[in-house]
Structures are given as C-alpha cells and as structure tokens.
Nanobody, 124 residues
C-alpha cells in the first residue's frame, strides 16, 4: 500500500496562490494515478484534479480549470497542486488520493488510498 501526506495549506487572500504537496511512501509511486479532492464544511467531497501515472494526462474540474494545475515528480514520490487566483469558495480541506487503476476517475469512491488532508482558507 501507499501512505500519503499533504502539506502546503494555509490562509490566503482572494486572488492569491498556494502550492500543495503530497508526499507518498510505500509501494512504487509511479504505479498509482493520483487525484486531488476537496471537502468544504457541510458539503460532499468533490473532485479537483487528476494526473496519470506518468504525468502525461491530466484533468481538472470545471470550477478550477485554468486556475489550478496538477503535476507530479515520480523521482521525488510527490504530487503537487498549484492553486492560483484563489476564491473564497475554494476554502476546503484538500486531500490527495491514489488509485492503482490507470484510467481517469473523478469519483472519490474509486480511489484506494487517502491522505489526512490539509486546510486551505481563502479570505475575501
């Protein structure tokens, strides 16, 4: 299995930027496709972005496309989420997740391993 630890969350003003990291340990990191999800208070966990095992394929949810960018460094066993032009509605706990299946999924139930999450708060 794989262990995931997110970092980089914090408090930022609207329009600002944050960069999240997710460090993986355990089985070979490049065996997993990766996703970022988020969950705001009182809301369901929602998909943010996906990246394939090699990093060659990415997808982002409509509400973050053009503002957020997912990337990975398999040599460092790390996946990143660069968040720009942040809005108050981006406030949530952000989770990274790993799945053994190679193809894209935006469904949180289809991910096998999860980190503990990191809080992102965007003030207006």
């Amino acid at each position: 299995q794989v262990q995931l630890v997110e970092s980089g969350g914090g408090l930022v003003q609207a329009g600002g930027s944050l960069s999240l990291s997710c460090a993986a340990s355990g089985r070979t990191f490049s065996s997993y496709s990766m996703g970022w999800f988020r969950q705001a208070p009182g809301k369901e966990r929602e998909f943010v972005a996906f990246i394939s095992r090699s990093g060659g394929t990415t997808y982002a949810a409509d509400y973050v496309r053009g503002r957020f960018n997912i990337s990975r460094d398999n040599a460092r066993n790390t996946v990143y989420l660069q968040m720009n032009s942040l809005k108050p509605e981006d406030t949530a706990v952000y989770y990274c997740a790993a799945r053994l299946a190679a193809y894209y999924s935006g469904r949180y139930g289809e991910y096998d391993y999860w980190g503990q999450g990191t809080q992102v708060t965007v003030s207006s």
